[in-house]
C-alpha cells in the first residue's frame, strides 16, 4: 500500500498528472495578468505579434513597440531552458525550481512596478515551462495554451469514436484532462486573483514547489521519442 502511494505521488515529467498540475499553472497564469495586469496574456505570443503588425501598419509605433519586450522574454525562457537542458543533469526540476523563484518574486513586487515588467516575467516563466514540458506520454502537448491541444483532441475523438480506436481514446482523454485542467486554472485564478490581488500569483508558487518536491526524475526515460500528434 505504502509504495503504490509513493508511486503515486513521484511524478514522471511526461505523466498525466504533470501535465494536467503544469496545464493548472497556465490557466492561473493567464488569469493573472489578465485580472491584474490591465487584460494582458502573458502566457501566449500569437496575440502580441497580431498587435504589433496591426499597431505598426496603423503607425501606432510607440504602441507596436510594447508587444516586444513580452515576445523578447519569451525567446529568452526558450534560450534559458536550452541552456539548463545542456548543462543539468536534472533540468526539469531546475526549471521548475527556476520557476518558482520567479513566481515567488512577483508576488513581492509592489503594484508601483511596471505591467510591462511583470508581463515579461509571466512570459519568461511560460517559455521555460513550454520548452521543458512538452509530452503528455508520447504526444506533443503544451501547458499554457490550449489550441493545439483542442485540436489534438478533436482528432483523437474521431478515430476514438468512430474507428473506436483505444489509442486514440487514451490519447483523447489525456487531452480533455488537459483542456480542463487548464480552464480550471484559470478559473482559480479569477476567484483567488479577485480577492488577494497581486499576492494570488504565490498560490501558483506553491503548486510549482509541489511539483518540485513530488517530482521523480528516475522515471524520467532519456530515450523518448516524439510522436506528433
Known sequence: MGNKTKNLLALSPNSLIMGMILALVGGFLD???YITRDAVFATAQTGNMVLFAVRAASTEYNGAILNIPPFLAFIAGVLVAEYIKDKHTSHRRAVLLLEFAIIFIV?????????MLITMCIAFVSSLQIATFNKLER?????????GNLRTAAQASYAAFVKNDPESMRKFKGFTA???????????GTFFCTYLG???IWIA????????????????????????S
Open 31 to 33: 488569469a493573472y495578468t
Open 107 to 115: 508576488g513581492w513586487l509592489p503594484a508601483s512596478v511596471p505591467n
Open 139 to 147: 504526444w506533443s502537448y503544451n501547458s499554457t495554451i490550449t489550441t
Open 178 to 188: 488537459i483542456i480542463l485542467s487548464f480552464i480550471c486554472g484559470a478559473l482559480i
Open 198 to 200: 497581486k499576492t494570488s
Open 205 to 228: 508558487a506553491g503548486i510549482i514547489l509541489i511539483t518540485v518536491i513530488l517530482y521523480n526524475r528516475s522515471k524520467e526515460n532519456p530515450k523518448e521519442t516524439l510522436v506528433k
